[in-house]
């Protein structure tokens, strides 16, 4: 039983939130109760198996393990192939991890619950098959598959207040405003992907990352007649670069996000922050540093400026804001740039002879997929604290909220602190050690824009103290003294793992960043 259980257990983990889905059907719609523990404990399972995932995979060994192949469209010479590394078994880990807690957090859903639970299992599944798939077209159809139960998620479910100008005049919900603008420019970027994806298997004959991977970045033959070899790597190159930087989001492809998290259900910013965004920066280290050395190399001042412009006007951008959730939103912007630097770093000294080097561009890797995971846990609970507030007081405004609820709530003040300040970048806290990897990374290699970027380090303290001072200091606030302002137990169980974890990862980052070494040594050549 166990022999059969590791062989097939990342088709176990990719396809228990489907099974889950199903037993899910089996409740009847009026029994939401039931609806919601099944949704949890389903949710669970996956959770469960990713942790013995991480308990068996081997940190010192370089390559995809726990491989699963087997024909699936022979016609087109694309294979179901499922493997993990040490960048993406982190992300598995954190995509099961948030995805109870989310469902946990929609307890407070009543319209539709056994739909949104289903659309939540769904969303899980596509998540994590982006992060497993070995072939292109297979990754591809887990990149679609997440896009649809998220726009559902915002549209049906998102904010109940609001309006936004939609065409020539016509007025719609915010929430369908930004479901809309959410799905257009994701699926802009899905075009460019399969457009880059189809150019590989043509040249490949085979949608396999492992044998693309052989091909592809040393190919000098002629790709199309008439057009040379290097337009071709050039035009796919690109189009996967779009694609992803829309999915961080990289300035300026970033304006979808503070709409789609204002509007979203607090569960739905949770995964959107958490875990979606980070299939862009994934699919820069999974398929755009392996298969475009030269080209990354020669784009990666570019990157670096788009990512110094992410974190400086990202931060500003937040400090600017009056609306918490929308503070919250663009501290991911300023975040993610961060995680783009390294990315910039690591695809400027990938294959250099210079060990010097080569080890600021593994730290800048490693600190990237650091920043990944840390990230997704310290916006997870941002987003889940303003949903907390939210929930009591309908308003988000900071200047209605005016401040003093501290005394109201003083453990849900003392939980925000530390959220706070884990996505500050507090020494002790697991944000310092990500993005001080990152820094030190990317100091040797990009200088000028490495101190620029500071800027945004140093606004993300002023909107961050912003926040916090107009959420809780001041007198006793009278207004909501009416309102049971104190977190309850369930909203307890559903933040202490993030910070658990926060607390964790500052103190001992050893027990992650040993699995992410090896591989991102490889990467860096």
């Given at each position: 039983?166990?022999?059969f259980i590791m062989q097939r257990l990342l088709t176990l983990i990719l396809f228990a939130p489907v099974v889950g889905m199903v037993a899910v059907m089996l409740v009847p719609s009026e029994r939401k109760q039931a609806v919601r523990w099944v949704s949890l404990v389903a949710s669970l399972v996956p959770f469960g198996l990713s942790v013995l995932l991480w308990v068996n995979f081997d940190n010192g060994a370089t390559g995809f393990q726990f491989e699963e192949r087997a024909e699936w469209y022979t016609v087109i010479r694309s294979s179901y192939h499922l493997g993990v590394d040490g960048i993406s078994v982190p992300m598995i880990l954190l995509t099961t991890l948030l995805t109870p807690l989310g469902i946990l957090t929609s307890f407070g859903i009543q319209d539709r619950v056994k739909a949104y639970m289903l659309l939540f299992l769904m969303l ?402």
């Open positions: 039983m166990n022999e899980e599944t596509g998540m994590l098959g982006v992060f497993m798939a070995l072939d292109l077209i297979l990754f591809f159809l887990f990149w679609e598959i997440g896009l649809v139960p998220m726009y559902f998620l915002i549209s049906v479910w998102g904010s109940p207040k609001g309006e936004r100008e939609f065409g020539s005049g016509k007025r719609v919900s915010a929430r369908y405003y930004a479901s809309y603008k959410f799905f257009v420019y994701t699926l802009g970027g899905s075009l460019g992907l399969l457009l880059a994806i189809q150019i590989l298997g043509l040249v490949g004959g085979s949608f396999d990352l492992i044998v693309l991977l052989d091909k592809w970045p040393n190919f000098s033959g002629e790709l199309f007649a008439n057009i040379p070899t290097s337009a071709v790597r050039s035009a796919a190159f690109w189009a996967f670069v779009l694609a992803f930087a829309i999915k961080v989001p990289l300035w300026p492809f970033h304006t979808w996000l503070p709409d789609a998290h204002t509007e979203a259900p607090t569960a739905g910013s949770m995964i959107l922050a958490g875990v979606l965004l980070k299939l862009g920066a994934y699919g820069f280290l999974r398929l755009v540093l392996p298969l475009f050395p030269q080209e990354a190399h020669d784009a990666a001042p570019v990157l670096a400026f788009l990512a110094m412009a992410a974190i400086v006007l990202g931060a500003l951008s937040a400090y600017g804001q009056s609306d918490f959730k929308r503070l919250v939103a663009y501290s991911s912007v300023n975040h993610m740039g961060f995680v783009v630097l390294g990315i910039a770093a690591a695809a400027w000294v990938a294959g250099s002879s210079d060990a010097g080097m080569r080890l600021s561009g593994t730290l800048a890797t490693t600190g990237v997929v650091l920043q990944m995971f840390n990230h997704g846990l310290s916006a997870a609970a941002m987003f889940f604290l303003v949903g907390v507030v939210y929930d009591r007081v309908h308003t988000r405004d900071l200047d209605e909220l005016g401040g003093g609820i501290w005394q109201l709530a003083p453990a849900y003040g003392g939980i925000l602190i530390f959220s706070s300040m884990a996505s500050l970048g507090l020494p002790g806290l697991n944000g310092f050690v990500s993005e001080f990897a990152i820094v030190r990374g990317a100091w040797p290699i990009f200088s000028a824009v490495t101190a620029v970027s500071m800027v945004g380090l140093f606004f993300t303290g002023a909107y961050i103290l912003k926040g916090i001072r107009q959420v809780l200091h001041g007198p006793r606030n009278e207004k909501w003294s009416h309102h049971e302002m104190e977190v309850t137990t369930r909203e307890k169980v559903i933040v202490a793992p993030l910070m658990l974890l926060m607390l964790i990862i500052g103190l001992w980052p050893w027990w992650i960043t040993s699995v992410i070494n090896e591989t991102a040594k490889s990467l860096i050549g």
